[in-house]
């Protein structure tokens, strides 16, 4: 099964100071070597966001290359704002990007590799499946 990585997966595998035995980078590359890994271009952009050094930048669109952006019609943009509007409505806000992930883990039948607490409380209220990392 694939699995739709959050940015902030992403980032902390992408930190400086990023241990070899931190669980989150080793189920990153576990998911890697498995080719599971599914990306879209609002993720891309706000792992590449924020590089102001271009060689940095330059290293890490490439190796972000390696993933194909998984492509996002008119019909994810309009689910990701109906569940944007349900979870207002029941007094949970969150940004677009993030509607957006839920809308296309949902309609590809994908869950979501999160460290950001603010899908949990999505969870409530639409019909998304968050990754559990293996032991």
Not at 19 to 25: A, F, G, T, V
Not at 57 to 84: C, G, H, I, N, V
Request: net charge neutral; hydrophobic share 35%.
């Amino acid at each position: 099964m694939k699995v739709l990585v959050d940015t902030s997966i992403w980032s902390q595998a992408l930190r400086k100071n990023a241990s070899s035995e931190d669980e989150i980078l080793n189920e990153l590359k576990e998911l890697i070597k498995e080719l599971r890994i599914v990306i879209i271009g609002p993720i891309r952009q706000e792992i590449l966001s924020g590089l102001s050094d271009t060689n940095k930048y330059d290293q890490l669109k490439e190796r972000l290359s390696f993933f194909d952006d998984l492509p996002l019609d008119t019909e994810y943009f309009e689910y990701a704002a109906q569940l944007s509007n349900t979870c207002r409505i029941k007094g949970i806000q969150g940004s677009h990007t993030d509607f957006l992930i839920c809308s296309v883990a949902i309609k590809n039948g994908i869950p979501i590799y999160t460290l950001d607490k603010d899908f949990a409380n999505y969870k409530k209220y639409i019909d998304i499946e968050l990754y559990k990392r293996r032991k």
